[in-house]
Nanobody, 122 residues
């Protein structure tokens, strides 16, 4: 049974930092590309960051470039998203997901977590 479990969300003030984690199980983690997505209330889901199977290649939405860093530790079946200089517009539910190809398009992704809420106050 595939499981993706996010953690690390919370409430912070603008300019603060959070580190999200995603623990994967039930499939061969190292063979899947991974991504982080977010969905703010009343808005469509958007791709935030993606990482290749070995962690060498990454991609970011323009809105988070230079502030967010995606990484993975295959030996721990874990994905991370380091979020710095957070802004109120980063407020959203954040999801991790697994795909067989690389990119920020949500329709590439097969497996999804339940999400963790990030709230940034001004």
């Amino acid at each position: 049974q595939v499981q993706l479990v996010e953690s690390g969300g919370g409430s912070v003030q603008a300019g603060g930092s959070l580190r999200l984690s995603c623990a994967a199980s039930g499939y061969t983690y190292s063979k899947y590309y991974m991504g982080w997505f977010r969905q703010a209330s009343g808005k469509e889901r958007e791709g935030v960051a993606a990482i290749s199977t070995g962690g060498v290649s990454t991609a970011y939405d323009d809105s988070v470039k230079g502030r967010f860093t995606i990484s993975r530790v295959n030996s721990k079946n874990t994905l991370y998203l380091q979020m710095n200089d957070l802004k109120p517009e980063d407020t959203a539910m954040y999801y991790c997901a697994a795909a067989r190809s690389f990119g920020l398009a949500g329709d590439k992704y097969e497996y999804w977590g339940q999400g963790t809420q990030v709230t940034v106050s001004s």
